[in-house]
């Protein structure tokens, strides 16, 4: 049994970097556990304390006979904190990480921010010596008493901002008021409160034969006692969102609270907007946009039970909840639910072990989930519901697949097929809403040689530089404008690097040294001049980069101030724009070119979500996919929008070659500034994790190996994979390779672990 405990004593962003030391009693030996809540004697005169145990040991930081001994434990129920700090151990050992930086990731920031005020003007006298004071103020011609006078005997209460700055009283009147005892000021604090919407209410629609067994069965098992993980897998357009409204009023009644996890924070402001319109003031929140102030003053609103629903991506997951009863993650499949920080946490999993903690359930809900999910659902780890028709009645769009090569051949040199053209065309004639997809972000790719094949390369970083393009006005001395300039440069997206764009080729001299231009913004000014009438959107990082733009574009397209939204992965996931008739994806096979062993997976998820935009309403979708591999069996299962058979034939490919579902991975990262100390680390943990695997076997270990991009910034970058069956097995591994490191004096390079990685590094 551990001996010692390391506690916190401010479990505050700021202050969590200190951890101090504590003997544990005999008493507590054995009881004790990460997150549970102590008194300890503190400080040179021994103050009675509160603090968190975050971690039991043997190994001690100086002296035991110095040490102070934990005085015991207080006598109250566990609170979100103590459950949060249960949390941040789980991840530290499950993920790899410190304590300090798990601790950061799930406890709310409290900063000094300063709290918001109001403050009002009401009578401080009865109703009726206010009246008879306001006649001797009209006699006395006291224009100012009177008007405050008369205002406050109607309502009794007023803002001071409408005394102020309205009714134009003086502070001087004020305060004679004051002093008189006829008025009194009350000053009461209050939170920021970042939903602010104007939606009337809305009742509860009714639900299908299909929805209502869901969310009859998932509330029949909850109240049994059954707290497994559930997963709906519903095409897109089945009304996954209602069920999960249903769930959340049921968890409501039964005095329970709900996060909701959605996957990119441009979803935010649909669903937001469709949850308060069911729920109304009990329903915020959190995402990377809001204040710190906003950020904290939700944390408290949940702490205090304000609010019954929090929504926002996997940072919402760690708003502190006192009756956390369920927690619900829309379009489960997304990589973003994957950190890519230390540390690098799933919140699939995360999800997992919190409802745990909390006595409360996961429902997940995707119309193409991840082969993770779905293969735990087939296995009956995840109670498995599926949703097979559209609310609207209608059927799935019908999907062209139009291949590019033979466009090439025929012709055709523009961005879009002929059979496209002819489909835009035809909906911007009857009235209805396009969606283009472009599976890619950016104005310009690579510049490479078309004569000789140099690509140019940043010197700092293993990786092409991009083309981007600036017009610029040079004005003459009297300060008429004189020419508008395009000056072109090559940037470095990774390190920031630029220089002049090159016209000619360095290696072989020659003129044939160009861009691969495919972007959002290349799309939108082809749009202009192949239909200047057409009204158009363009939703992509570049635009997207200022508070509430999102909003602002959703809002405008879903109000038809535009006819056609052009945009990247943001605009396909989860959006529900009724009149959108007509999806085009380009480049549609793009992201097959990654090299990563989710590459069909994403693509077939990308294509499947972006097809399901088009027919949500009454009138019938209909989809073109233009791709250079038709062929490719993750765009034909999505043309098809057939998940299980795509299922399947993935599943033999990644059982072949020991991939995430059918094996695990741990990727353990070295970085340093010499490259032959971050190879040598890497060796170092490869030889660890084959010491570990003499017995079994049953390790496959691949490196060490450069990164794919092996150099960033002028920092170099080895690695190793190991896969396993046995996740555990890898996390003793982990485990070991930090043991190793701690115990040397100068550890070699910088480490880093990602466990069932969604990037390769």
């Known amino acids: 049994m551990k001996k010692l405990a390391n506690i916190i004593v401010d479990i505050s962003h700021e202050k969590v970097d200190r951890p101090f030391q504590y003997r544990v009693p005999e008493k507590l030996q054995g009881i004790l556990s990460p997150g549970m809540r102590v008194f300890i004697p503190f400080g040179a005169g021994n103050t009675m304390r509160t603090g968190y145990v975050i971690e039991l040991t043997d190994e001690a930081e100086f002296?035991?006979?110095?040490?102070?001994?934990?005085?015991?434990?207080?006598?109250?129920?566990?609170?979100?904190?103590?459950?949060?700090?249960?949390?941040?151990?789980?991840?530290?050992?499950?993920?790899?990480?410190?304590?300090?930086?798990?601790?950061?990731?799930?406890?709310?920031?409290?900063?000094?921010?300063?709290?918001?005020?109001?403050?009002?003007?009401?009578?401080?006298?009865?109703?009726?010596?206010?009246?008879?004071?306001?006649?001797?103020?009209?006699?006395?011609?006291?224009?100012?008493?009177?008007?405050?006078?008369?205002?406050?005997?109607?309502?009794?209460?007023?803002?001071?901002?409408?005394?102020?700055?309205?009714?134009?009283?003086p502070a001087s009147t004020i305060k004679s008021l004051m002093d008189s005892g006829i008025i009194a000021r009350k000053r009461m604090q209050y939170y920021r409160n970042p939903v602010r919407m104007e939606a009337d209410p809305e009742k509860a629609k009714l639900l299908s034969d299909g929805q209502r067994r869901i969310v009859e069965n998932v509330l029949f098992d909850y109240d049994a006692g059954s707290r497994k993980p559930t997963l709906i897998h519903g095409i897109t357009g089945s009304g996954k969102t209602e069920v999960y409204l249903a769930l959340i009023e049921g968890m409501i009644r039964r005095g329970k609270q709900a996060i909701v996890l959605i996957p990119e924070i441009a979803l935010t402001y649909q669903t937001l907007l469709r949850f308060y319109k069911?729920?109304?003031?009990?329903?915020?929140?959190?995402?990377?946009?809001?204040?710190?102030?906003?950020?904290?003053?939700?944390?408290?609103?949940?702490?205090?039970?304000?609010?019954?629903?929090?929504?926002?991506?996997?940072?919402?997951?760690?708003?502190?909840?006192?009756?956390?009863?369920?927690?619900?993650?829309?379009?489960?499949?997304?990589?973003?639910?994957?950190?890519?920080?230390?540390?690098?946490?799933?919140?699939?999993?995360?999800?997992?072990?919190?409802?745990?903690?909390?006595?409360?359930?996961?429902?997940?809900?995707?119309?193409?989930?991840?082969?993770?999910?779905?293969?735990?659902?087939?296995?009956?780890?995840?109670?498995?519901?599926?949703?097979?028709?559209?609310?609207?009645?209608?059927?799935?769009?019908?999907?062209?697949?139009?291949d590019l090569r033979q466009e090439l051949k025929d012709g055709n040199r523009s961005i879009f097929s002929k059979r496209l053209q002819e489909k835009i065309e035809d909906r911007l004639t009857k009235g209805e809403q396009i969606m283009l997809f472009l599976n890619r972000r950016g104005y310009a790719g690579f510049v490479s040689c078309r004569s000789c094949g140099y690509v140019c390369k940043c010197p700092h970083c293993s990786v092409s530089l991009s083309e981007h393009m600036n017009r610029k006005i040079r004005w003459g001395s009297a300060g008429q404008k004189m020419q508008t300039v395009q000056e072109n440069k090559l940037v470095c997206h990774y390190c920031g690097y630029e220089q002049p764009a090159l016209t000619v080729c360095p290696s072989c001299g020659s003129r044939?040294?160009?861009?691969?231009?495919?972007?959002?913004?290349?799309?939108?000014?082809?749009?202009?001049?192949?239909?200047?009438?057409?009204?158009?959107?363009?939703?992509?990082?570049?635009?997207?980069?200022?508070?509430?733009?999102?909003?602002?574009?959703?809002?405008?397209?879903?109000?038809?101030?535009?006819?056609?939204?052009?945009?990247?992965?943001?605009?396909?996931?989860?959006?529900?724009?009724?009149?959108?008739?007509?999806?085009?994806?380009?480049?549609?096979?793009?992201?097959?070119?990654?090299?990563?062993?989710?590459?069909?997976?994403?693509?077939?998820?990308?294509?499947?979500?972006?097809?399901?935009?088009?027919?949500?309403?009454?009138?019938?979708?209909?989809?073109?996919?233009?791709?250079y591999q038709p062929e490719h069996y993750a765009v034909q299962y999505a043309a098809k929008q057939d998940y299980e058979g795509f299922f399947e034939e993935e599943m033999m490919y990644r059982k072949l070659l020991s991939y995430p579902p059918s094996s695990h991975i741990l990727s353990v990262q070295m970085t340093s500034e010499k490259e032959a100390e971050a190879m040598l680390a890497a060796a170092e943990a490869a030889d660890i994790a084959r010491s570990c695997n003499v017995q079994k076997q049953d390790s496959i270990i691949i490196g060490p190996a450069p990164a794919l991009i092996g150099k960033i910034n002028d920092i170099y970058r080895y690695g190793v994979y190991i896969k396993n069956k046995d996740y555990q097995k890898l996390v003793e591994i982990k485990n070991r390779i930090e043991k190793t490191r701690a115990s040397q004096e100068r550890p070699k390079a910088n480490c880093q672990f990602d466990f069932d990685p969604v990037n390769t590094f």
């Open 278 to 402: 069911r729920f109304g003031d009990r329903v915020s929140v959190m995402n990377s946009s809001l204040s710190a102030g906003e950020k904290q003053d939700q944390c408290e609103r949940a702490r205090k039970g304000e609010i019954d629903v929090i929504i926002g991506p996997r940072s919402a997951l760690f708003v502190p909840f006192e009756r956390l009863g369920i927690i619900l993650i829309d379009e489960e499949h997304e990589n973003s639910y994957k950190s890519e920080t230390m540390p690098r946490y799933h919140a699939r999993e995360t999800a997992v072990k919190l409802a745990q903690l909390n006595d409360a359930i996961v429902v997940m809900g995707s119309a193409t989930p991840s082969l993770e999910a779905y293969s735990r659902a087939v296995s009956g780890e995840y109670a498995l519901y599926t949703l097979k028709e559209r609310l609207t009645g209608g059927c799935l769009p019908q999907v062209y697949v139009e």
């Open 63 to 169: 002296p035991e006979e110095r040490m102070k001994e934990i005085a015991g434990l207080p006598n109250e129920s566990e609170s979100p904190e103590q459950r949060m700090i249960a949390l941040a151990a789980w991840m530290k050992e499950q993920y790899g990480s410190t304590m300090i930086a798990a601790l950061k990731t799930v406890l709310p920031a409290r900063q000094k921010v300063a709290q918001k005020e109001k403050q009002e003007i009401e009578l401080a006298i009865p109703k009726q010596e206010a009246q008879k004071y306001l006649q001797e103020c009209i006699r006395k011609h006291q224009t100012a008493r009177v008007r405050l006078l008369s205002e406050l005997t109607k309502e009794g209460v007023l803002p001071w901002e409408l005394v102020t700055k309205k009714l134009n009283i």
């Open 512 to 627: 044939y040294i160009l861009g691969f231009k495919a972007g959002t913004q290349q799309i939108v000014e082809q749009l202009a001049k192949s239909y200047p009438k057409a009204r158009v959107l363009r939703m992509d990082a570049d635009t997207t980069r200022t508070k509430n733009s999102y909003e602002q574009i959703l809002s405008a397209f879903s109000n038809k101030e535009a006819d056609i939204l052009v945009g990247t992965q943001m605009i396909v996931k989860g959006h529900d724009f009724p009149d959108v008739t007509l999806v085009g994806i380009l480049a549609a096979d793009l992201s097959l070119s990654v090299s990563d062993y989710r590459a069909g997976e994403r693509t077939f998820q990308l294509l499947t979500q972006a097809a399901g935009r088009a027919g949500r309403g009454e009138k019938p979708g209909e989809v073109v996919v233009q791709t």
